[in-house]
């Protein structure tokens, strides 16, 4: 066994060191592509994505001032969100089954994945009955159908939905997430959403966020507005599992 006075806490602040670098050198990158798009850095929140990470290291972020964290699966969600305790803001960027909403509703912050109006009004009835609005934004696949899916509503469909979503009590809609198909062109995927929420929030002025962009793909994502960027590898290293 490793002795714990010595190799374990020296492993553990290695770890914290690493994180913090991390986050220090995705700073220095969004500050620069929010530059070059002549935007404001406090325009854009990034979401620490810690699917496949343990708790010390999201522990380990927030100490290095990161607020805002992502989880995929709800059963990791509650987990981890009891093992961390207060001082984080929680988001679900996964697909969501309507059985689960239980588990999200009142632990996140904001509902990245609403891609179907039962989910919504799911969300909306466990929201209104815990005396709470429930943000959320409407998922966008921009994938063609033969694709397969990496979640969402088809493109067609979003204006209507968002409307739909809208209408009801209980849920806020906030805005526009997608995750670009693996062999699309990210910045023309980025530019669609981007057009899409500009044409909704002509019409309904609560519809701002554009979530999107990655690991891979943030500063290219920043340049054409997102609001919201998703990390995980750039924020925790390589992961070993989902
Ligand atoms: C895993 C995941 C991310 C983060 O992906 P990285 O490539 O590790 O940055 C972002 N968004 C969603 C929806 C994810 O599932």
């Not at 929010?34 to 380990?60: H, L, N, P, Q, Y």
């Not at 989880?71 to 689960?100: C, D, P, Y």
């Not at 806020?172 to 981007?194: H, I």
């Amino acid at each position: 066994m490793v002795d714990p006075a010595t190799e374990q806490p020296q492993a553990a602040s290695q770890r914290e060191a690493e994180i913090a670098d991390r986050l220090h050198d995705i700073e220095a990158r969004i500050r620069a592509a929010s530059e070059r798009a002549g935007r404001s850095r406090a325009a854009i929140t990034v979401v620490a994505v810690s699917k496949g990470f343990e708790a010390s290291d999201i522990m380990a972020a927030r100490k290095a001032g990161q607020a805002d964290f992502g989880e995929s699966r709800s059963r990791a969600l509650v987990r981890k969100s009891e093992q961390v305790g207060q001082g984080v803001r929680w988001h679900f960027v996964g697909q969501l089954q309507r059985n689960k909403v239980k588990e999200v509703v009142g632990r996140v912050s904001l509902v990245h994945s609403v891609d179907r109006l039962t989910l919504a009004q799911s969300l909306g009835e466990r929201a209104l009955a815990a005396g709470r609005v429930q943000r959320v934004l409407v998922q966008v696949d921009l994938g063609s159908p033969r694709d397969g899916s990496r979640g969402g509503c088809l493109l067609d469909g979003a204006p209507q939905l968002v409307a739909r979503v809208r209408d009801l009590e209980g849920v806020a809609c906030e805005g526009l997430m997608t995750v670009p198909p693996q062999d699309a062109d990210a910045r023309s995927c980025f530019a669609t959403l981007r057009a899409l929420r500009d044409e909704l929030r002509s019409r309904f002025p609560e519809v701002q966020h554009l979530s999107m962009g990655m690991s891979n793909d943030f500063e290219v994502a920043i340049e054409e507005g997102a609001t919201i960027v998703r990390l995980g590898t750039a924020v925790f290293g390589p992961r070993r599992s989902s």
